[in-house]
């Protein structure tokens, strides 16, 4: 079983509407959960970063953290083409002293004008 | 802003050669990783280094070799390429805690032949 869990997609929805794209983790012991964006032919690049439980905000985009359910969630308010990515969700064991990352397998997202 | 750069975008080599792909970071970053990217595979780590002349080995070692010899650069060695290779290599960078989140660079696509 892997670490971290993600849904490959893909997943194609109209333009405006909300999408929601989730990770699940095994391991207890991670406390800092990334979603990171990569469009075609480029690098991830960061998008959201929170520590433990609970929720952040970010313009149209809202990271979740529920680790009694080891669930994490990504929200993208009236999505746009430009959304039109591949989205990783990554996690770290504040115990490997940052060098080890675990990337789910990224989720592909069209949006649909 | 952070900038990674890979010297490379795209990269053919044959079968045995000895391949060599460097990254450069501009953001005086103590950590630097190097991970390959496949289909439904996600981000793998092959090698990452903490130091100068520092390096440890990821989770998929085998095949590669490392090198860094100053801070801001970290290369990649295939020692003797193979069809298996072929594959998104991407490095990253990150600060010395356990909180730095990774910056990546845009990748190099190597296909070998």
């Known amino acids: 079983q892997k670490e971290v869990e993600q849904d490959p997609g893909p997943l194609s929805v109209p333009e405006g509407a909300i999408v929601s794209l989730n990770c699940t983790y095994s391991?207890?012991?991670?406390?800092?959960f990334m979603w990171y964006r990569q469009y075609s032919r480029k690098g991830p690049e960061l998008l959201m970063y929170t520590y433990s439980s609970g929720n952040k905000e970010d313009g149209r985009f809202t990271a979740q953290v529920d680790k009694s359910s080891k669930y994490i969630s990504l929200f993208i308010r009236d999505s746009q083409p430009s959304d039109s990515a591949t989205y990783l969700c990554a996690m770290r064991d504040q115990n490997t002293g940052g060098f080890k990352t675990i990337f789910g397998a990224g989720t592909r997202l069209f949006v649909k004008a | 802003d952070v900038k990674v750069t890979q010297s490379s975008r795209y990269l053919v080599k044959r079968t045995g050669e000895k391949v060599f792909l460097e990254c450069v970071q501009d953001?005086?970053?103590?950590?630097m990783f190097w991970y390959r990217q496949d289909p439904g595979l996600g981000l793998r780590l092959i090698y990452f280094?903490?130091?100068?002349?520092?390096?440890e080995k990821g989770d998929i070692p085998e095949g590669y070799s490392v090198s860094r010899e100053k801070k801001e650069r970290f290369s990649l060695i295939l020692e003797s390429a193979s069809t298996n290779q072929t594959s998104m290599y991407l490095c990253?960078?990150?600060?010395?805690?356990?909180?730095?989140?990774?910056?990546f660079g845009n990748g190099t696509r190597l296909t070998v032949t």
């Open positions: 990253a960078s990150s600060l010395s805690n356990t909180v730095s989140p990774l910056h």
């Open positions: 280094s903490y130091d100068v002349k520092m390096k």
């Open positions: 953001m005086d970053h103590e950590n």
């Open positions: 391991n207890s012991a991670f406390q800092y």
